[in-house]
């Protein structure tokens, strides 16, 4: 029989000592990379999940941005005050307030349902601080089908227009300007917006229960544009059962009253060549309220406003005012006039500057001068 040499032998045995052991170790990374991979494989499912997650929260935001819609306003107002009195020395004072701050949001989710939340800071003149819910309603129209609309929640109710160039209210507004929580209903086309509305308003007749019965008209009409060549037109008129629930006026009654009285306001913005624009409005009441009820006398409260702005060029415009009433007592200056400026320093930015003399019943005199710096988005 044929025999291998001892050398041999231990050389064959060295060879398959050393091939178990390499195989025993190229056995264990392979079960290693096994596990590697199926780690890999689950890290790349999980990434799968969140890139799904993360596409469909991305589609969901931009949906929910076409659908609601954010606006804004920052006012920061310098002004001084001078004041004249029929008897005694005149007063001064000075003072630099963040005015305002609005943000409004706009949600418009179906195609006949939308919805408007505008929450207001005000820092009073007193220095008090207030954030309120100015404005929330729900608005259901018609669009294509029928122009008609409902608007319910709490809003400024359609009496008066109170367009202005200036920074400080009209006295317009001061008198008729009526917010509360109501039902509107409306007729709205390209050239006419016909509305009535109901509220609780809360000045009441004595002796009468508290009862949803105060309302409101307005009729506004717009001249269709190329009507007349260079020419914008805006015009309309309103009506309120009860001019006492104005938020102007509300506050000066201490009491119910014996008769409700109306009030009614009548405006005409017109603008020629898109440069030199009129504003004119009257804002009334349409009787009076008794001695001890406004004042120790009778009085039919009214008002008027009338401004001329001109657009110099596409940033700089500028107005004048004269606006003026009548059984005002010391609420709201009879007489008033002034000039005001506006820049457009950025887009959106703007610094304004009004100064405005006013004349009272009681002949006491006062000069306010105001500059503002106004950011809107």
């Known amino acids: 029989m044929f025999s291998y040499p001892t050398r041999t032998l231990n050389l064959m ?14 056995a264990a990374p392979q079960s290693e990379i096994e596990k590697l991979k199926q780690r890999i494989e689950a890290l790349e499912a999980e990434k799968a999940v969140s890139d799904n997650a993360d596409e469909k929260a991305s589609l969901s935001l931009a949906g929910l941005a076409k659908k609601v819609s954010l606006s804004g306003l920052i006012e920061v107002e310098a002004g001084y005050v001078n004041t004249d009195p029929d008897a005694g020395s005149s007063e001064d004072e000075s003072d630099l307030a963040l005015a305002t701050v609005e943000l409004g949001i706009d949600a418009d989710f179906t195609k006949h349902v939308s919805g408007h939340v505008l929450l207001l800071w005000e820092e009073e003149p007193d220095s008090s601080e207030q954030l309120v819910v100015d404005e929330g309603y729900i608005r259901l129209d018609g669009e294509d089908i029928l122009p008609l609309y409902l608007q319910a929640g709490k809003m400024y109710v359609p009496f008066g227009n109170f367009d202005s160039f200036f920074i400080s209210d009209p006295l317009t507004l001061e008198l008729g300007e009526t917010r509360e929580s109501a039902a509107v209903v409306g007729y709205a086309n390209d050239m006419f917006d016909l509305s009535f509305g109901v509220f609780n308003g809360d000045i009441d007749e004595t002796g009468k229960d508290d009862h949803i019965d105060s309302f409101v ?9 190329g009507t007349v060549e260079g020419l914008e037109l805006t015009g309309g008129v309103s009506w309120i059962s009860n001019i006492a629930d104005s938020d102007g006026l509300e506050g000066e009654f201490s009491a119910d009253i014996n008769d409700k009285v109306g009030g009614m306001g009548a405006f005409v913005t017109a603008t020629l060549n898109e440069r030199l624009t009129l504003i004119a409005e009257y804002v009334g009441a349409l009787d009076e309220f008794e001695a001890g009820e406004l004042a ?3 009085l039919e409260p009214k ?60 002949d006491d005199e006062q000069d306010v001068l105001t500059a503002q710096l106004a950011l809107e988005f």
Do not use: K
């Not at 045995?13 to 170790?25: C, I, P």
């Not at 008209?217 to 544009?225: G, L, Q």
């Not at 702005?309 to 003026?324: M, S």
């Open 13 to 26: 045995a060295l060879v398959a000592a050393l091939t178990l052991v390499a195989g025993a170790a190229f």
């Open 217 to 225: 008209a307005s009729a506004v009409y717009t001249m269709p544009e």
């Open 296 to 298: 120790a006398e009778e």
């Open 303 to 362: 008002t008027w406003n009338v401004e001329l702005g001109y657009a110099v060029n596409d940033a700089l415009e500028v107005a004048l005012r004269y606006e003026g009433g009548d059984d005002l007592g010391d609420l709201l200056p009879e007489s008033q006039y002034g000039i005001a400026a506006s820049y457009g320093l950025f887009e959106n930015t703007s610094l304004a500057v009004e100064y405005l003399h006013g004349e009272f019943d009681n």
